[in-house]
T-cell receptor
């Protein structure tokens, strides 16, 4: 158990819908990262937040957004869902920034029908 | 941009034997970190081992060790005394040591099968 929690574990929804994935980092960690794992794209970095502020963006679609709250938990919002958004979404956390090891949560499996 | 390549989509090993997984990367940076993560059927991403580029000594964690060849940009993982629980997808990952380098860049993965 990495200490990073993600909810829900599984999510099934329809095209065009909007969902919110939630992540709680390890106690004491200030950084949260979101990654997407799909069959065709592999593991891709989406976005990084540090202590409530966005620090880096990867290949994140405009339909996707994220935020980190004062209690340091983070939410990834996915809207206007398409079939291709079906994937495993991971949250990872680290103590601070670029020199720290990232520890991953168990992931949220999103299925868009 | 940095790239990570794992040229072995699948590998197999007999229980108690030793196996080596290959990884190469491309970067122009001198300060960076390399990682091996394991993803068992549960899909959880588990850190196996970490190597700092500035360290000449190869990292080891129990039965897991790396062969870090900085000039060749090679970072292989050796698993000794393989166990059934080692069966998983293994990902090699790169992370920049610069202030802007927060993301992990992953290879395609190597599926390891351990035969009893």
């Amino acid at each position: 158990d990495s200490g990073v929690t993600q909810t829900p574990k599984h999510l099934i929804t329809a095209t065009g819908q909007r969902v919110t994935l939630r992540c709680s980092p390890r106690s004491g960690d200030l950084s949260v990262y979101w990654y997407q794992q799909s069959l065709d794209q592999g593991l891709q970095f989406l976005i990084h937040y540090y202590n409530g502020e966005e620090r880096a963006k990867g290949n994140i679609l405009e339909r996707f957004s994220a935020q980190q709250f004062p209690d340091l938990h983070s939410e990834l919002n996915l809207s206007s869902l398409e079939l291709g958004d079906s994937a495993l979404y991971f949250c990872a956390s680290s103590v601070a920034g670029y020199r720290d090891t990232q520890y991953f949560g168990p992931g949220t499996r999103l299925t868009v029908l | 941009a940095q790239t990570v390549t794992q040229s072995q989509p699948e590998m197999s090993v007999q229980e108690a034997e030793t196996v080596t997984l290959s990884c190469t990367y491309d970067t122009s940076e001198s300060d960076y970190y390399l990682f091996w993560y394991k993803q068992p059927p549960s899909r959880q991403m588990i850190l196996v081992i970490r190597q700092e580029a500035y360290k000449q000594q190869n990292a080891t964690e129990n039965r897991f060790s790396v062969n870090f060849q900085k000039a060749a940009k090679s970072f292989s993982l050796k698993i000794s005394d393989s166990q059934l629980g080692d069966a998983a997808m293994y990902f090699c990952a790169y992370r920049s040591g610069e202030t802007s380098g927060s993301r992990l860049t992953f290879g395609e993965g190597t599926q390891l099968t351990v035969n009893p």
